[in-house]
């Protein structure tokens, strides 16, 4: 869910039960994950 631009940070902390800053505090890397498109793991594989 957290790579996809379609899923706002708000609609993934609701369906988790959680406020938004809990996600950026368990999750450093969210601001990147939210930022590229196409997850570096999966940009890779694609080569």
Request: glycine share 6%.
């Amino acid at each position: 869910m957290l790579p996809n631009p379609d899923n706002s940070i708000e609609t993934i902390a609701g369906l988790l039960g959680v406020s938004v800053g809990t996600l950026y505090n368990h999750i450093p890397e969210l601001k990147e994950l939210r930022t590229s498109r196409i997850p570096a793991q999966l940009e890779r594989n694609a080569r």
